[in-house]
């Protein structure tokens, strides 16, 4: 049953849900801050369906500017009436002054018949709203409900709610969403519709969600109003939770917290560390299971203190430089560090050293703790960063290498998992890996 593939945050949400149903309008439930207070538009600006990517080009004076342009035709479709947020289906879209990381969200709203919107993500398009009963676009999805990731691309996790849960119009509903990197989860009146998927890129499907943005409320021809408009970010700890708790079927703990049994290789150059591996200073070489394996998915979080360096050796052979004699190394890596402002793009985190890069911007500040998954099938590497996929690649395809160095062992099937230390105190705890082949 769809209940049981409930997480225990998406729990925890029905049951915060219910408990609120009769908190007063407008006032945040414990833990949570009112982003819309009833009376005015406080905290928010219009802007139209706009490339985030050009507004955040701008200076701050710029974007001000571009703010107040739009104010008057803002100010005209926008309005509070009676503790509602209530737009007339025109007019530039809601957007929040501040951009959010990674954040549970909630909101009420209620539309009438024929009216299309939606809530914009990270100024990304869209958890969908619309009118179910609508034959006129049903061709488009209408008739499955609304709360889907509607701009995902076609067959995509998330696209279509898994059930439909609108309410008859005249009636209130309600949206928890969960927002964890690009994984978003809507809860749309007490139903689960989207379970963890990945919202896409619109501005540009080959990237990764953008690291922060707005919220949006979106205008679409017909009036619709807002209450109980609420944020709570989440912190790194309550992130990786959220992201480590999510299909965790199958997965196997390769580390007991304790010392580095079940670990071969340069033993002697780690350390185990308040329940973490840590390289230790001034030591490395590779330190790496004493199973090998095919095809699999690991997991695991990490920390790097600033300017901090190390490596995850994947399909490592026992011996030799795992960026070259493995199948690759998977760069770990603080991209912030000054003394790292000039390297190649394939050098930094998250890249197969040397042969592809991944994208930058989604690694937490040196010193908190990140949450990677590396998916290993074939000759392909995906690697998801705080749930953000920064790298997926076919290495069989590349031919072009940083240095004209070659990497031999970049066809290997099977081998050791591993770290490869350079020399920096770089801390990995709770890892665990899922063979998927031998």
Avoid at 351 to 371: Q, V
Wanted: proline share 5%; with cysteine.
């Amino acid at each position: 049953m769809l209940v049981q593939r409930l997480s225990w945050a998406v729990c925890a949400l029905l049951v915060c849900a219910a408990a609120n149903l009769n908190a007063a309008d407008n006032v945040p439930p414990e833990g949570f801050t009112a982003i819309f207070n009833g009376k005015d538009l406080t905290g928010w600006y219009g802007l139209e369906h706009f490339d985030p990517r050009k507004l955040w080009a701008m200076t701050p004076e710029e974007q001000a500017a571009k703010r107040e342009a739009n104010q008057k035709e803002f100010e005209a479709h926008w309005t509070v009436q009676n503790g509602d947020l209530v737009n007339d289906g025109f007019g530039p879209y809601a957007t929040t002054l501040k951009d959010y990381r990674d954040y549970e969200f909630w909101i009420d709203y209620k539309t009438v018949a024929k009216a299309d919107s939606g809530i914009y993500l990270k100024a990304s398009p869209q958890v969908q709203i619309w009118d179910s009963t609508d034959p006129s676009k049903f061709n488009l999805g209408a008739d499955k409900g609304s709360g889907g990731l509607w701009n995902n691309s076609p067959g995509a996790a998330g696209k279509d709610p898994l059930v439909k849960a609108d309410k008859p119009f005249g009636e209130w509903n309600s949206f928890k969403i969960t927002q964890v990197g690009a994984r978003t989860t809507v809860v749309y009146n007490d139903k689960l519709v989207v379970d963890n998927a990945l919202l896409e890129n619109y501005w540009d499907r080959k990237a990764p969600l953008f690291p922060q943005g707005p919220i949006q409320l979106q205008t679409h021809g017909g009036e619709i109003r807002w209450k109980n408009i609420y944020v709570r970010e989440l912190s790194a700890a309550e992130a990786n939770k959220l992201l480590a708790a999510r299909g965790s079927e199958g997965f196997k703990s390769i580390f007991n917290g304790k010392d580095l049994t079940g670990w071969a290789g340069k033993v002697d150059e780690y350390e185990v560390v308040d329940g973490a591996i840590r390289c230790k200073p001034g030591k490395g070489g590779v330190l790496h299971t004493a199973d090998e394996y095919g095809d699999f998915v690991a997991r695991v979080e990490f920390k790097v203190p600033p300017g901090g360096n190390n490596g995850l050796a994947i399909r490592y052979p026992g011996e030799g430089n795992p960026a070259y004699a493995g199948m690759t190394e998977l760069q770990v890596l603080d991209n912030e560090s000054e003394k790292y402002a000039k390297l190649d793009a394939r050098q930094y985190h998250g890249s197969a050293y040397g042969m592809a890069p991944a994208a930058r911007g989604f690694l937490r500040k040196a010193g908190e703790w990140n949450f990677q998954e590396v998916t290993v099938k074939g000759s392909t590497i995906k690697v998801e960063l705080n749930g953000n996929v920064i790298l997926d690649t076919d290495l069989s395809t590349i031919t072009e290498y940083m240095a004209n160095s070659a990497h031999p062992g970049k066809e290997l099937t099977k081998g050791y998992f591993g770290f490869a230390g350079h020399s920096d105190p770089v801390e990995f705890r709770n890892i665990q890996i899922k063979v998927l082949t031998e």
